[in-house]
């Protein structure tokens, strides 16, 4: 444990820490009862900050977060969110779980290797994305969801994000970044109504916030491992 805290630099502790505070004041300042919002935007706060460091224990969080996250959008009938975090994001943190625990950089099970995707890999991932987005607009449309063209497009954010975080790419974070900008207007659509979703909104600034220092911080991280491995052949060859 005293490794794994000396690990968090100082700048993903005051993000942390300032993203916390700000959804827990925010929380009670509106006089909210739902603690179920409160514990579900830590819970994926924190699992936000770890994925950005490349540690398999923020996918484990991810998992929880789905499943209080799936409950909360089933309270406003935004069915879209809930069936893809519980039938789609929830699954797939569990399988990205067992591919960063399989794939430590040099042992450390603490840091994921990061993955470069192939040509061939982005032109199935891109159809498979398209495949899915028009499959779930009609299944949402069925279920008279709400707000339907922007959960739509959450759905197809949520799928890209979800996939390149299993398949250990670091433009995982870039469509998490798009999908915490159409969930910020969706919640704020929903918070029109009720007051009581306002911190789900604040919820999603923070995860914008951490997603854009994901990105940067996978940026700094896969050009270190490259770095590395560069170091190791060029051992070998003399």
Known sequence: MKKFFKSITVAEWVI???????VTVCFFAFKNTQYL????????ATSLILVSK???IGQLLTIVFSVFYGIISYSFKYYGEMITYLGMSAPIALWALICWLKNPYKGNKSEVKVNSLSRKEWGLFLTAAVI????????????NTANLIISTVSVLTSFMAAYLTAR????Y????????????????????ESITYLPMVVCFVAFLVMDVYGFINWSL??????????????????
Do not use: H
């Open 16 to 22: 942390w820490s300032v993203s916390v505070i700000t």
């Open 132 to 143: 899915v987005t028009v499959a779930f607009y009609f299944v949402l449309k069925a279920l």
């Open 221 to 238: 991280i896969s050009k270190k491992q490259k770095s590395g491995a560069e170091y190791v052949s060029q051992n070998e060859e003399i």
């Open 54 to 56: 490349g540690n398999p």
């Open 173 to 192: 974070a870039v469509c998490y970044a798009v999908n915490d900008v159409v969930l910020i207007v969706m919640w704020s659509m929903a918070s029109y």
């Open 37 to 44: 919002y409160l514990a579900g935007s830590l819970i994926g």
């Open 168 to 171: 250990r790419s670091r433009f």
